[in-house]
């Protein structure tokens, strides 16, 4: 019998199939293997239309879907999907979230502590110096630095954070098995060994342009904040920060030369509501990553699990019911329960009565990154 992330497989590879028939299908048959195995009629009664049904019927005739899990094998890649506790939690979030990623390497606790660093692939000096100066001292702190493996600002900034000795993610716009750019084949190497390559995109995927606008809304989506650190008018990073602010989510921006077209678009972005930066503290404090060590010291003494860690990044002093504890860790509610009951033991979380639980470490909780300066809507950004 096959695992039942192979159905998940199978259905992302189907044109058209997005995030809202996922969830449609879900509502509908309980499963995907079960949605898999649903005849025409049925998927039509579901809510889908001809078309869609068509292209179902196209897959399940074309695909070997033992095939296709065993090719991602081969290449050491793990295929997440919504129902996965290991699914990054920040990501599971929001509304366009992909219900199934490819992963090439490791996600761990760590990586709720995400920043996410862009910026143009014509990287002046100023701007290298300025990504290295802030990257490193927060990959130091144990913050995870997530880009997009472009030339310029992204390579410099999963750069900074290896020779830090810390930990980055690099989003990809096609499939794990087409690294792009090609120049940057021996970085995503050591990423993986270091972090993890990351896509939503199956394998054999080609790094077409039409593939990088929806790639940002992952890069701001696994990380509490995205930071531009030079930008033009016209560069991909302002769409990474559009997202991140449509998510709810801090935009930083490091202010540049008005003289200098490559750095007009971090200072638009500061005059259209961004935090400006001019030090890593800038950003420690925003977030309130001062504990942040405390925080990860104590998640390594208490060997704490990934759906332990989601929840105790939703937990804080407040009491939170256990329901709004599914809702915001994307855990079903079997798994949160299992889960608190097994943290009350360890001593991480206590009940308040009425299924309300806090969380008992103390060190900050993961909030909502919500905008400590909320971006001006003029519907440019």
């Not at 001292?137 to 000795?165: F, Q, W």
């Not at 995205?226 to 935009?251: H, K, M, N, P």
Request: charged fraction near 25%; hydrophobic fraction near 40%.
């Amino acid at each position: 019998m096959m695992d039942e992330r192979a159905y998940w497989l199978g259905f992302h590879m189907v044109p058209g199939v997005g995030p809202a028939r996922f969830r449609l299908l879900l509502q509908a048959f309980g499963s995907m293997s079960a949605a898999w195995e649903a005849p025409a009629d049925s998927l039509r009664e579901a809510g889908l239309d001809r078309r869609t049904v068509e292209q179902i019927a196209s897959a399940r005739r074309r695909l070997d879907l033992e095939r296709e899990c065993e090719r991602l094998a081969e290449r050491g890649i793990t295929l997440l999907t919504w129902d996965d506790p290991q699914y990054p939690r920040l990501l599971r979030a929001v509304d366009s979230a992909p219900p199934v990623l490819f992963v090439q390497g490791e996600l761990t606790p760590a990586d709720e502590w995400a920043l996410a660093v862009v910026g143009t692939r014509y990287a002046t000096g100023y701007g290298r110096e300025v990504t290295r100066r802030l990257v490193t001292p927060l990959a130091k702190m144990g913050v995870t630095i997530v880009s997009g493996l472009a030339l310029g600002i992204d390579g410099e900034a999963h750069r900074a954070a290896l020779d830090a000795g810390g930990r980055t993610i690099a989003v990809l716009a096609c499939g794990l098995d087409q690294i792009y750019p090609p120049e940057h084949r021996r970085l995503a190497q050591e990423i993986v060994e270091h972090g993890a390559l990351l896509s939503e995109y199956p394998l054999g995927t080609l790094p077409e342009r039409r593939n990088f606008p929806p790639r940002n809304r992952l890069i701001s989506g696994l990380a509490r904040a995205t930071l531009v650190v030079e930008a033009g008018s016209q560069s991909g990073a302002l769409i990474t920060a559009r997202f991140a602010a449509e998510q709810g989510r801090d935009v930083f921006a490091v202010p540049g030369s008005i003289l200098s077209p490559r750095q007009s678009g971090t200072n638009w972005l500061i005059q259209e509501g961004a935090i400006p930066v001019v030090s890593h503290e800038d950003i420690v404090r925003c977030l309130q990553l001062e504990m942040l060590p405390a925080k990860q010291e104590a998640q390594r003494v208490l060997d704490i699990s990934p759906a332990e860690s989601a929840l105790l990044a939703c937990l804080g002093e407040e009491p939170m019911h256990i329901d709004e504890l599914g809702r915001r860790s994307g855990l079903t509610i079997d798994v949160v329960s299992s889960t608190l009951t097994i943290m009350e033991l360890k001593g991480l979380v206590r009940q308040m009565g009425g299924m309300q639980y806090v969380s008992t470490v103390q060190t900050p909780s993961a909030r909502p990154a919500g905008p400590s300066k909320p971006l001006r809507e003029r519907g440019s950004l």
